[in-house]
């Protein structure tokens, strides 16, 4: 079973009727009310004709009815609609009914005969070689390298040179094993294809210039704008979807984004663990907590995935401030585990924090706030006096740093032989590929400090001491 997001449809007669939202549609599975189950996820097809997920769930609650010529009609219309995880298919408990029937054994018989199935053993889907497929289609095999991870089941289709992508690379490797030691338990069970598209490829797949990166998971892509931040939210759910899928569950927003929010910006320690940074986020959770307007735990938890979207500027930072206390107190594994063991009975995650944190739910919302007023704000203005580069920052950004358009005279940028078309990658080994990453680390200096600016300029990767100088002198 796979749960989704419900919308809204309207009767015959002109009035709306609300389309059962997934959080109805995951309770009357687990309440094993099927016949209810099934009843919904029609309503919510009305509204979402070519939703290939919903129509598997169709499937799962028809089958577990032992209405099996039902459940096939809604496989079929899955499968021709664009579902391919038919390893998911092949191990679900809810399709148990459907062995041996013609039409769920014809579906996996004409997937092995073309490629799409797993080969036994293997547990690897073909979505990720239909999205490189579609990928080389549109953008071509000239510009961009598709290289393949099968250990973890991923396929890169890049627009990197080698230095670039081997650095992304390892970042996403490290934190694939981190994630799948700690939270998931293994990468997903079917192939997903990660893009980094050129800067004039992304302007065409982005309807927003603040958008970093996305992943879809019905097309099994992952797309990013740049390798920084972006890119590490989005692998998250990469790879939390590959979990959420192998233990039948969808989690709630506020949880997926809040949990992809805390790994944009980490480190991991000599010893190998973990440490979340914080960043120009938190400052939002703190100007919130200042002026009363950061809201309960108990309205994040009742909030619906619409109203969370709709105040997503606020409630990311919030989301993510909540995980980064429970990681610092040293309880994020702790909680997830119980998170999922529990997301039967409560999937708001109220009950997990109360066993992670052995006490009421109240007492732990009261030692978070607690925590945020301690926090330290983020520096993230370079004011008169602060120190600088020296350089102003093109409005078109590459997909490995950030490009310089100017470099100021009497600078410490023009004394170090900084130039235009530079390209900024790393300072003092930090990587800074997007303008907020190279600005929080700036603020963070004083004027006569000196940093390492790593650059690219064409092919040549150099690095630089440039020293800081104070604004406006």
């Known amino acids: 079973m796979t749960l989704l997001v419900a919308a809204l449809t309207v009767s015959a007669i002109g009035a709306p009727v609300p389309v059962p939202g997934r959080d109805e549609i995951f309770r009357s599975f687990f309440a094993r009310e ?6 919904q996820i029609d309503r919510f097809l009305e509204a979402n004709p070519n939703d290939h997920l919903m129509m598997y769930n169709g499937a799962c609650a028809r089958a577990q009815l032992g209405r099996l010529d039902e459940a096939g009609a809604y496989l079929l219309r899955a499968v021709k609609a664009g579902f391919r995880d038919f390893d998911e298919m092949r191990r679900d408990p809810d399709l148990a009914p459907m062995h041996g029937h013609d039409v769920y054994e014809a579906i996996l018989e004409a997937a092995a005969r073309v490629g799409n199935a797993p080969a ?28 393949e991870d099968t250990d973890r089941h991923l396929v890169y289709a890049i627009a990197l040179d080698d230095v670039s992508f081997l650095e992304m690379r390892t970042m996403l490797e490290r934190e694939a094993d981190h994630l799948e030691s700690t939270l998931f338990g293994g990468p997903p069970s079917y192939e997903v294809l990660i893009a980094i598209p050129t800067p004039a490829d992304a302007e065409r797949l982005f309807d927003h210039p603040r958008v970093g990166g996305i992943y879809e998971h ?3 892509r992952l797309i990013a704008r740049n ?61 919130e907590a200042a002026d009363g307007s950061l809201p309960r735990w108990d309205a994040l938890f009742a909030m619906s995935e619409d ?3 709709v105040r997503a500027t606020s409630l990311y930072p919030m989301a993510r401030s909540i995980f980064r206390f429970v990681a610092d107190e040293g309880l994020l594994e702790t909680w997830y585990g119980r998170y999922v063991t529990n997301f039967g009975i409560d999937p708001t995650g109220r009950v997990a924090f109360e066993e992670a944190f052995g006490t009421s739910i109240d007492e732990v919302e009261r030692k978070w706030r607690a925590w945020v007023r301690r926090q330290p704000l983020v520096d993230t203005v370079i004011a008169r006096n602060d120190g600088a580069l020296g350089v102003t920052l093109a409005a078109a950004q590459s997909n490995d740093g950030i490009v310089i358009a100017r470099v100021l005279e009497r600078s410490g940028a023009a004394e170090a032989g900084l130039t235009s078309g530079d390209i900024i990658v790393a300072i003092d080994d930090r990587s800074t590929r997007s303008p907020n990453e190279l600005l929080t680390i700036i603020a963070a200096h004083r004027a006569g400090d000196t940093v390492r600016v790593r650059i690219r300029r064409g092919m040549d990767y150099r690095d630089i001491p440039v020293q800081l100088r104070a604004v406006g002198r």
């Open 307 to 309: 109203r969370f979207m």
């Open 34 to 39: 099927f016949t209810k189950a099934a009843m």
């Open 218 to 220: 019905s097309k099994r």
């Open 120 to 147: 036994p053993g293997r547990g690897r889907g073909g979505d990720a070689a239909s999205a490189r497929a579609v990928w080389a289609h549109e953008f071509g095999t000239e510009t961009y390298r598709y290289v």
């Open 227 to 287: 390798i920084g931040g972006s890119l590490r939210h989005e692998f998250f759910h990469l790879m939390h979807y590959g979990h959420m899928e192998r233990v039948h569950q969808r989690h709630a927003l506020w949880i997926q984004e809040g949990m992809a929010s805390l790994y944009e910006d980490y480190e991991f320690t000599p010893a190998g663990a973990i440490r979340f940074l914080a960043n120009e986020r938190h400052n939002v959770v703190r100007q």
